[in-house]
């Protein structure tokens, strides 16, 4: 099944603690992104990546890194997480790198105390 | 730069009755709209984009460059049909794809 996934789906951690979230599509999609959903900020864009090595800042990309060295991966890393980084974290991908539909995975809940 | 409004975070209207969710957008040059759906505890996925200009679970939007606008309707609400929507703006960004997504519009469709 041709898919986006996420993990974990739901993260508890203390402030400063290094985590990783890891997102992954079996569709050999070469544009792929992550966003933070806010209640009353919607969807914005932390980083995006357009092939293998590739990537650059969104429009919130402070305290994210990110990855690309494998075409399905694209892992997003909070070297020292702080509360402000509490959100809904969303992947995405999509086939080609310029105005093609998206396909998200199903989000991961991060909480940061 | 590009922006993408959607004035409503809320929109209730009752079951049949007709739905015009607002999308306005600023962008100078040539954009690809879409209108993404989110239902309760599901993943983000796509509703409609403009250049397909297919008609799905009874929405449709017509892109109008004059009013820079892309709202999405339809002319009979279902329950079903209750869900968060975001339109979102995609423009080439030097030879790649730059989405802005609006802030969403939570539909509630009363029985």
């Known amino acids: 099944e041709a898919q986006v996934t996420q993990n974990p789906r739901y993260l508890i951690t203390v402030t400063g603690k290094k985590l990783t979230v890891t997102c992954s599509q079996n569709?050999?999609?070469?544009?792929m992104s992550w966003y933070r959903q806010d209640p009353g900020l919607g969807l914005r864009q932390i980083y995006y990546s357009m092939n293998v090595e590739v990537t650059d800042k969104g429009d919130v990309p402070e305290g994210y890194k990110v990855s690309r060295k494998e075409k399905r991966n694209f892992p997003l890393i909070l070297e020292s997480p702080s509360p402000n980084q509490t959100s809904l974290y969303f992947c995405?991908?999509?086939?080609?790198?310029?105005?093609?539909?998206?396909?998200f995975g199903p989000g991961t809940r991060l909480t940061v105390l | 730069a590009q922006r993408v409004t959607q004035p409503e975070k809320l929109l209730s209207v009752f079951k049949g009755a007709p739905v015009e969710l607002k999308c306005n957008y600023s962008?100078?040059?040539?954009?690809?709209l879409f209108w993404y759906v989110q239902y309760s505890r599901q993943r983000l996925q796509l509703l409609l984009r403009?250049?397909s200009r297919e008609s799905i679970k009874g929405f449709t939007a017509d892109l109008n460059k004059g009013e820079t606008s892309f709202h999405l309707k339809k002319p009979f609400a279902q329950e079903e049909d209750s869900a968060m929507y975001y339109c979102a703006l995609s423009v080439d960004s030097g030879g790649y794809q730059k989405v802005t997504f609006g802030t969403g519009t939570k539909l509630q469709v009363i029985p």
């Open positions: 962008y100078s040059g040539s954009p690809e």
């Open positions: 403009h250049i």
């Open positions: 995405a991908s999509s086939l080609s790198v310029l105005g093609d539909t998206q396909y």
């Open positions: 569709m050999n999609h070469e544009y």
